[in-house]
């Protein structure tokens, strides 16, 4: 098995390409430690010494470090890891854990506004995030401001905020005249 890796926007994220199916649908989003028991593979990752997040998409593991870790020292140890976890032919995700499709259930009077934001975060957005090794995912839609969850490569990225206001706000005001800001939120 042959890993490849590639950076980020995101210097404390490095995205990790097994060759195979990661999910098959959806992504799995684990900041901490504390939730990885639904992933046998995240907790190989996380019982690396200074990792402190990990992301899965569908062909793609993204491993965030602390800020005080470097790069060096334990990447050797994930790639080991996720090597070791594919050769085992464990689950990715444990008995009924189940990856994110994504996006927050909306109803009400702007449901259909917000069927359009997802259409074109799911178009346009997401797949662009995807190749750096992240997902934004809508969260809400409140008197023209469009909540938006960050994750993976994504989640604390020094360029985010760019990405947000110049990228996604942009392309959704043009397309949807209701929304009027973007903004992140944590979850």
């Given at each position: 098995m042959f890993i490849q890796t590639e950076s980020t926007p995101n210097p404390a994220t490095l995205k990790f390409l097994p060759g195979q199916t990661v999910l098959e649908v959806g992504t799995a989003d684990f900041p901490?430690?504390?939730g990885a028991s639904a992933s046998p593979l995240a907790q190989?990752?996380?019982a690396v010494n200074g990792v402190v997040g990990v992301f899965f998409g569908t062909d793609f593991v993204t491993v965030t470090k602390g800020d005080e870790?470097?790069?060096d020292h334990i990447k050797p140890s994930i790639?080991?890891?996720i090597?070791?976890?594919f050769q085992?032919?464990?689950p990715v995700m444990a008995g009924d854990a189940q990856a994110s499709s994504g996006h927050a259930e909306h109803s009400g009077e702007d449901s259909e506004i917000v069927g359009q934001i997802k259409e074109l975060l799911d178009s346009r957005v997401?797949?662009?995030v995807a190749q750096?090794?992240?997902d934004i995912t809508f969260h809400g839609f409140d008197r023209g401001v469009v909540y938006l969850h960050m994750q993976g490569a994504c989640a604390g990225c020094p360029s985010s905020t760019l990405t947000l206001k110049m990228g996604i706000e942009n392309l959704l005001r043009h397309y949807i005249p209701e929304v009027t800001e973007v903004r992140p939120v944590a979850v």
């Open positions: 901490s430690a504390d190989r990752i996380f870790t470097q790069w790639l080991g890891a090597m070791e976890h085992s032919g464990q997401r797949p662009a750096d090794g992240g």
